[in-house]
């Protein structure tokens, strides 16, 4: 197992739900409020979610989850494609049987 998966797999259940709609995404970026909805996590914790998330660092020191610009919903994120793949991240959160927590 490589160092990040074994960081993704302590995550808790509300930042891996962030995680999951992230890396399946159709374009790969979502706004903040595009998230919020479909995770059902309120304003107050997702912005901690969220940071923990941008804390999240790979080996190299690069974040799991980077900002992609604002929108008038809110800050756009995105997953960190150079740390990991969005379709690693699928394939991990697949494992953690995420998939029916949505």
């Known amino acids: 197992m490589e160092p990040l998966e ?6 808790t259940i509300p930042q891996l ?3 999951k709609v992230l890396s399946e995404s159709e374009f790969g970026v979502l706004d903040s409020q595009e998230i919020m909805d479909t995770t059902h996590t309120a304003t107050a ?7 923990s998330l941008k804390k999240l660092k790979s080996n190299d ?4 989850v980077i900002p992609a610009g604002r929108t008038d919903e809110g800050t756009r ?3 960190n494609e150079k740390v990991i793949s969005k379709e690693k991240l699928k394939q991990i959160i697949a494992d953690l049987n995420v998939d029916n927590i949505l």
């Open 6 to 11: 074994g960081k993704i797999r302590y995550l």
């Open 17 to 19: 739900k962030i995680l």
């Open 45 to 51: 914790t997702f912005g901690a979610y969220i940071t």
């Open 61 to 64: 020191g690069q974040p799991i």
């Open 77 to 79: 994120w995105q997953v």
